[in-house]
């Protein structure tokens, strides 16, 4: 079966410089979801999309953005990096908005390293 | 505000024998309640969910997780445990934000160390 498939898996960036992540959720998936793992952390929400609108923010720097396009894919652009943006990024896509399609499926995540 | 706590950094079971990961959750509302697990550099698997209706729910890999309003608890069990079970696992709560999709709140995580 088809998974959430996310780009690049590993980027090496330095201080100041931007980096952009790649989501392309479940086909037939419109909703897409942005969470940040940092070392030992549990997953914080960053930023989701629903049918290209964005549905919800969380503890998102004003430096990061995201969007989603037409064909439901999301990206999620950070610029001015620091070294606290060190991390792992994961995109996760649901099927809808029905409880009994709750789960939120997630990629094998984007590892971000800031030098 | 939604939130759940697991509260054992680390469990420990003896390959064959029953396995129990806590979780407690604090929510205002119904409560939508998940278990995913998560191995070395890999992304989240989903294992179960708990909606409504019965309050024992079963899900992959002989996992299953048992719902109790009184205790507000949502424990992941499985009856024999695998080595392969070894891995992070992650308790959750779905958040209630702006229209009908809902971020994920976690809790901090257990590890499961499973030896033969």
């Known amino acids: 079966a088809a998974g959430v498939i996310q780009s690049p898996r590993h980027l090496i960036k330095e201080k100041r410089e931007t980096a952009t992540l790649k989501c392309y959720p479940i086909?037939?998936?419109?909703?897409v979801y942005w969470y940040q793992q940092g070392p030992g952390q549990d997953p914080q929400f960053l930023i989701s999309?629903?049918?290209?609108?964005?549905?919800d923010k969380g503890s998102i720097p004003d430096r990061f953005s995201a969007q989603q396009f037409s064909d439901y894919h999301s990206e999620l652009n950070m610029s001015s990096l620091e070294l606290g943006d060190s991390a792992l990024y994961f995109c996760?896509?649901?099927?809808?908005?029905?409880?009994?399609?709750?789960?939120?499926?997630f990629g094998p995540g984007t590892r971000l390293t800031v030098t | 505000a939604q939130s759940v706590a697991q509260p054992e950094d680390q469990v420990n079971v003896a390959e064959g024998n029953p396995l129990t990961v806590k979780c407690t959750y604090s929510?205002?509302?119904?409560?939508?309640l998940f278990w995913y697990v998560q191995y070395p550099n890999r992304g989240l698997q989903f294992l179960l969910k708990?909606?409504?209706?019965?309050?024992l729910v079963k899900g992959s890999y002989g996992f299953e997780a048992e719902f109790n309003k009184s205790q507000t608890s949502f424990h992941l069990k499985k009856p024999s445990a695998l080595v392969s079970d070894s891995a992070l696992y992650f308790c959750?709560?779905?958040?209630?934000?702006?229209?009908?999709?809902?971020?994920?709140?976690f809790g901090q995580g257990t590890t499961l160390q499973v030896k033969p």
């Open positions: 999309f629903y049918e290209k609108m964005q549905s």
């Open positions: 086909p037939r998936h419109d909703t």
């Open positions: 708990y909606i409504t209706g019965d309050n």
């Open positions: 959750a709560v779905r958040g209630y934000g702006s229209g009908n999709t809902g971020k994920l709140i």
């Open positions: 996760a896509s649901s099927p809808g908005l029905l409880p009994s399609s709750y789960e939120q499926y």
């Open positions: 929510v205002s509302g119904n409560p939508y």
